[in-house]
């Protein structure tokens, strides 16, 4: 079982759709949870980061941590095919180096 | 202020032949991690590394595979002999400090490694 689930989808949505991701984890050490978009033959980019358990919102983003369930997700609001992206998750102990990643999802946003 | 760079952006090997991948943290940064990623696949961990001293490899294959990170100069992973399966992306970060999670990492662009 790995430490971080992620469906890789695709996921194929209209533009201006409520765009739901999901990951689900094993590790209850993890604190610290992150959300990184990546476009196509590019580095990833820091999205959204979240301490313990609760809700962060930024802009068109939401992003939510569930750790009895060890459950997160990110929103998107309004989306514009340039959310056109890959979204990974990540997900962190406490003092720890290292950062898990999801394997990704895949979102296409039509216009 | 410039971001993480990696150089360089595409290497085409041989098998057997050893790659050498590049990468400059941004400035003020002294806290290096490398991942791979495989196609349709999530970055994986490799080594996180401190000036001149390696802190954490304990996930870069034991053969083959070195990483270092000199107090002049980019930080440097090394493939000797490489094999088809090394082919992927290789993807730098750097942070300020080396709490992973309680900062952000900065990533770089990326090598694209194919090992013909």
């Known amino acids: 079982q790995k430490e971080v689930e992620q469906d890789p989808g695709p996921l194929s949505v209209p533009e201006g759709a409520i765009v739901s991701l999901n990951c689900t984890y094993s590790?209850?050490?993890?604190?610290?949870f992150m959300w990184y978009r990546q476009y196509s033959r590019k580095g990833p980019e820091l999205l959204m980061y979240?301490?313990?358990?609760g809700n962060k919102e930024d802009g068109r983003f939401t992003a939510q941590v569930d750790k009895s369930s060890k459950y997160i997700s990110l929103f998107i609001r309004d989306s514009q095919p340039s959310d056109s992206a890959t979204y990974l998750c990540?997900?962190?102990?406490?003092?720890?180096?290292?950062?898990?990643f999801g394997a990704g999802t895949r979102l296409f946003v039509k216009a | 202020n410039a971001g993480v760079m990696q150089n360089p952006r595409h290497l085409v090997r041989r098998r057997g032949q050893e790659a050498r991948l590049r990468c400059s943290p941004m400035?003020?940064?002294?806290?290096v991690y490398w991942y791979r990623q495989l196609p349709e696949e999530g970055l994986k961990f490799m080594v996180y590394?401190?000036?001149?001293?390696?802190?954490?490899e304990s996930g870069m294959p034991k053969e083959r595979f070195s990483a270092e990170f000199p107090k002049e100069g980019p930080s440097i992973l090394r493939i000797q002999q490489v094999v088809r399966g090394d082919s992927a992306a290789y993807f730098c970060?750097?942070?300020?400090?080396?709490?992973?999670?309680?900062?952000?990492?900065?990533f770089g662009p990326g090598t694209r490694l194919l090992v013909l």
């Open positions: 970060a750097s942070s300020p400090s080396g709490l992973a999670g309680q900062e952000t990492q900065y």
């Open positions: 590790n209850s050490a993890f604190q610290y």
């Open positions: 979240t301490y313990s358990s």
């Open positions: 990540a997900m962190s102990e406490t003092g720890g180096f290292k950062t898990i």
């Open positions: 400035k003020g940064h002294s806290h």
């Open positions: 590394l401190q000036k001149e001293n390696i802190i954490d």
